[in-house]
């Protein structure tokens, strides 16, 4: 068995992978059992590695370093995709004050582990170890231990012991905040999902569906296109019922319009007051009973943008409804439907609402492509394009007066906002970043996994020996720096700014920095609010976090 013993406890390829496979296995295996009905979820992963590199069961330090850091920028790069095409709308209705409330958390924290060295006395460069364990800031870590160097031209260890003593429970700390503070609200996805729409932060209001009757003389006798100029508004005419006709018929823009037509319109919410008014008035009649009205060979068909020569093209350039005789009326993107103006740039994956005769929008599916199966295949020459540019950005260093050494956005950073960027605005060069949901999703899991085994892996290693040598104390600090700022925080973003529980925590995820707790706030979010208000934070306190790291060393 000395094959086994080798593979074990030698260092290698082999048992590398083998070592964070187990590790990760049995972390998801554990992610089953509940305490109170709440599970730690990735975080059990983290716990294993520390138990097998305790017992010896270690990575060597390059290859731990490049597991880590490859995984944290698959994760963290999968929610840049995922939110980019909603993050700035975000960031304008809710971003400026959750980035103050994210603020906050960053400097009560701080203030909190100062405080603590002044009522205990423990050295303040062990109390700044702790801090970034604790809130599990690896740049902030570093931009420490740089600054103290450059000042004392020594390195200084206390600084790595704190952190990694502190690690572990700082992660739970984390999520064990955004536990308590879903008892604290009481929280159902129902009436989290009210608050977040009353607060719209993501600006993603869903469409309406109307039927007004027209009985305003002021526009009988005026074409479609010409009452819509004076709505001023973006809205779509999908079809129109004549009173003197037995059957509905496509709402060309050249089509007139008399006393009593009933016409079927798709409007933002608030705007169907204004259209309204200028129409006539609301009349009930459902989708269905337009389809009755309607002669069979009048269709409405949801079409997908699988061809890659559309991406990134205007909606009125393709000219389809004037070539084809048809009304494209929305187009869903990332689960969001928008209103088909001709400004409207199209991205690979769209789903178009298509409405018209049935041979015509067959031959819009062929030019647009229509193909579920080229919709499953992940454009991977985005994807890597993107990690390469956000680790390029993220190494850039930044100089700012008055600080010895230069700021970076690190590994997590630079790849968060290319990414970001990529998915709003890639499709202006044409370069297609539609990832399948299973993809994206598998993604960021694999990348949370690998991330948080090679951080346990590396983390036992004479980690009972501090805690045992007074290192415990680090630990209940490092608590206590990350509980009460986030359940403070997180009331006041409650109570005061009236914001969603899954936009807190992921609110509180991106003002720790913390992968796993957004790991887990995703995996009791019902959509994306929490990964939004990650994103929309995150750049923002990832630099708070490294400027409040150098400021403290300074006044040591």
Known sequence: MDWFSNLLFNFGVAHSILLVAVTIALGLVLNRIKICGVSLGVTWILFVGIFASHFGLLLDATTSHFIKEFGLILFIYSIGIQVGPSFFSSFRKGGVSLNLLATGIVLLGSATAYCIHVVTGEDILAM????????TNTPGLGAAQQTYSDIHNVAQPLFAQGYAVAYPLGVVGI????????????????????????NNLNNATSLQLLTLEVTNEAICG???????????????ASRILSKNSANAVLADDDIELHQNDKIYLLAKPEDVEAVTALFGRKIDMSQEQWEKESPKELVCERLVITNSKWNGKRLGDLGLSKTFHINITRVRRAGVDLI??????????DRLTVVGAIDNVEKVKSLLGDSIKTLNEPQLVSSFIGIALGVLLGMIPITFPGMPVPVKLGLAGGPLIVSILIARFGTRVHLVTYMPSSAIHFMRQIGICLFMAAVGLGAGDGFVDIVAGGGYKWILYGFIITFFPCVIMGIVARYVCHRSYFTIAGMISGAMTDPPALAYSNSICTNDQAAVAYST??????????????VLVLFV
Do not use: H, W
Not at 130 to 135: E, N, P
Not at 222 to 236: F, P, S
Not at 340 to 349: E, N, R, S, V, Y
């Open 128 to 135: 700044i170890g702790v801090l970034y364990g604790a809130v």
């Open 175 to 198: 999520i064990l905040s955004i536990i308590l503070l879903k008892y604290i609200f009481r929280s159902e996805s129902s009436n989290e999902e009210k608050i977040f729409d009353k």
């Open 537 to 550: 934070v995150y750049p923002l306190t990832m630099f708070l976090r490294v400027l409040v790291a150098q």
């Open 340 to 349: 088909a103006t001709p400004d409207l740039i199209l991205q690979f994956g």
């Open 222 to 236: 005026k074409t479609i296109q010409q009452a819509l100029c004076y709505a001023g508004r973006e809205v779509i």
